[in-house]
């Protein structure tokens, strides 16, 4: 438990800042704070050797049965997206409370890119699920895969809705690392999943700006 508290502890307090800058900070500031929240963890993260991109690199050559996971992987978080999108849409006067990351300009832009698609894979995953989640026992595992699908979602929503639904984000990468035990496996399928979804925000955004000139 003190091992547990020890590796969490840090993380879980710059997620509470964070979470506090939200209601403190304008919202087009939030990209700011998001982008510097990642940094400091996954820095953080890599200082511990938390994660090893040689390791991911590894994993990613290992072959097809590390693949297979990760596809069904990747899948299950793209169906959950469509679930939660199915039900924004029926209970539309709902308020998800999302933290929206606006960017009107080429800086703004990049730091989107880089806070949206490739730190949150190497954060994320390295600290709500294989940081967060513990094989103790039954019991431990449960509640420490829901602590974490509840860290996640905190993250990404200030109201229940929105809690709620990006907690259904969490689950298929919550199910496949504590199938896998292999942090590398959701981290690839998470990747691939923001590519797709936010990547054609910044297509979109790239394309508007463009346009504009």
């Known amino acids: 438990m003190k091992n547990y ?16 800058s939200c209601c ?12 510097c929240f990642y940094l400091i963890l996954v820095i953080y993260f890599w200082c511990r050797k938390d994660f090893s991109l040689k390791k991911w690199s590894h994993n990613l050559k290992s072959g097809k049965k590390f693949w297979t996971y ?12 469509v679930i939660t999108m199915v039900l924004e849409s029926i209970f ?6 999302m933290i929206g990351l606006r960017r009107n300009s080429w ?18 995953e390295t600290f709500f699920r294989k940081n967060m989640i513990s094989f103790e026992n039954k019991v431990v595992l449960i509640i420490t895969t829901l602590l974490g699908m509840l860290m996640y979602a905190l993250e990404h ?12 984000w969490a689950l298929p990468l919550s199910i496949s690392y504590i199938k896998t035990k292999n942090v590398y496996v959701p981290m690839t399928a998470h990747f691939i999943g923001n590519l797709f979804g936010n990547g054609i925000d910044i297509i979109f955004t790239i394309t508007a700006m463009i346009s504009n000139k």
């Open 5 to 20: 508290i020890r590796t969490n502890i840090f993380p879980i307090i710059i997620e509470v800042i964070f979470i506090i």
């Open 24 to 35: 403190i900070v304008p919202r087009e500031y939030y990209i700011y704070t998001n982008f």
């Open 70 to 81: 990760v596809i069904l992987t990747a899948l299950g978080f793209i169906g959950a997206f």
């Open 92 to 97: 539309s006067d709902f308020n998800t409370g």
């Open 107 to 124: 800086i703004s832009l990049i730091i989107f890119t880089i806070s949206t698609v490739l730190l949150p894979p190497i954060v994320e």
């Open 157 to 168: 929503s200030l109201a229940v809705w929105g809690i709620i639904l990006t907690m259904i």
